[in-house]
């Protein structure tokens, strides 16, 4: 990841006081955009991105050479379609592909901040964010949209900035992080913590966690997927072999392929990024941010909310995402909920599940159409 001088950055300059207390300026956001900014600067929409996208949503990301994270949603054409829509996708601070994160240099020590760098929450994602409406001028987007933690950033957005969006679009997410949640990313740090290159967070780049970022990885990939879909993807097949070794190599191809995404991971992720991200997933609760009451929440907001979940998804299900949705109806808020019908897990969002694409463009196209109508 060393081109990451090259990657589009605004910098903050306004201190920016984090929930942790401390406060930081003059830091780095790093930002993509797709699409045009039209005239009357209403098309635009802020694309939220989960724990470990970033801001090359669409397109090939110039750093690791692959497609972006959401690349069968954005694009011309696409359910979010670039045609018609200016979107904005910018990597979270406490991320590592340009943004203000742990690997950033501290300038007191001309070292990486490493696990000196202050803790952040989704609150503090979405603040450092908006600044983004400040640069681009635009008074007020069409939408904000995302999926797991990209569908808490929309929550809090809304929350904190009741009249800055039309739409929000939160995708397979929760107002607050499960137990079980909490405990899986748990997991993941502590097999990060666990590798000696570690260091306490002080690891040289070309002596990284690497062994314990990669079990973090696998455990992860597996609650994103569902156990239909693995069972129909992978089952008992022997990884290009015919009988079994008995051994521990990967005799299973579900090994082999959860061996495979966890060895990938580690050359585009920092692992203290890792560990800074899912803790602000496992602080996030909205609920508790409004004394126990979500519906405070939304109570200054007129955006126009609608909330997808997947009937497998076993990571954020849909009993969570219905909870939102209470949560609006009870102020009588205008909100859409739909359930899309996928074996593909959590990972629905990211993938080519045609119900939940032609569901996303249809709510973005009718709403924008209606926005204009109403101003015409």
């Known amino acids: 990841m060393n081109n990451l001088n090259k990657v589009k950055k605004l910098i903050i300059n306004k201190p920016l006081k984090l929930d942790c207390g401390k406060t930081i300026s003059n830091f780095p956001l790093a930002y993509e955009t797709y699409g045009e900014l039209n005239e009357k600067k209403d098309n635009a929409i802020l694309a939220f991105h989960a724990l470990t996208g970033d801001q090359f949503a669409s397109g090939i990301n110039p750093i690791t050479n692959k497609e972006g994270w959401w690349s069968y949603a954005v694009g011309p054409n696409k359910a979010i379609d670039t045609k018609k829509y200016f979107v904005i996708c910018a990597n979270v601070i406490g991320g590592c592909m340009g943004s203000y994160g742990p690997s950033n240099i501290n300038k007191k020590t001309n070292k990486s901040f490493g696990t000196e760098f202050p803790v952040i929450t989704i609150n503090d994602m ?115 072999r015919d009988d079994l070794k008995f051994g521990f190599d990967a005799d299973f191809q579900i090994e082999s392929y959860l061996r495979y995404q966890g060895s990938v991971f580690v050359d585009r992720f920092d692992a203290n990024s890792y560990l800074y991200i899912t803790r602000a997933m496992d602080y996030f609760d909205l609920t508790k941010q409004f004394n126990g009451n979500l519906s405070k929440a939304f109570e200054k907001s007129n955006t126009k909310f609608f909330i997808i979940s997947f009937t497998s998804d076993w990571l954020y299900p849909t009993s969570e995402n219905r909870e939102i949705v209470i949560a609006l109806n009870s102020l009588g808020k205008d909100v859409g909920f739909a359930e899309i019908t996928s074996d593909k897990g959590h990972d629905s969002f990211l993938l080519d599940v045609p119900d939940f694409l032609n569901t996303v463009k249809n709510f973005l196209n009718t709403s924008y159409k209606k926005i204009n109508e109403k101003r015409i």
């Open 126 to 240: 979405v603040n450092a964010q908006y600044h983004l409406l400040e640069f681009f001028k635009i008074e007020k987007l069409f939408s904000v949209v995302g999926g797991s933690m990209g569908g808490m950033q929309v929550l809090q957005f809304v929350s904190n900035f009741p009249d800055k969006s039309f739409t929000a679009i939160p995708i397979a997410c929760t107002a607050s992080h499960s137990a079980q949640n909490i405990a899986l990313n748990e997991l993941g740090r502590q097999s990060i913590m666990a590798d000696h290159n570690w260091s306490n967070g002080f690891y040289q780049e070309n002596k990284s966690p690497n062994k314990g970022l990669a079990v973090a990885r696998m455990a992860a990939h597996i609650t994103y997927l569902s156990k239909k879909g693995l069972q129909e993807k992978f089952g008992r097949k022997l990884q290009e």
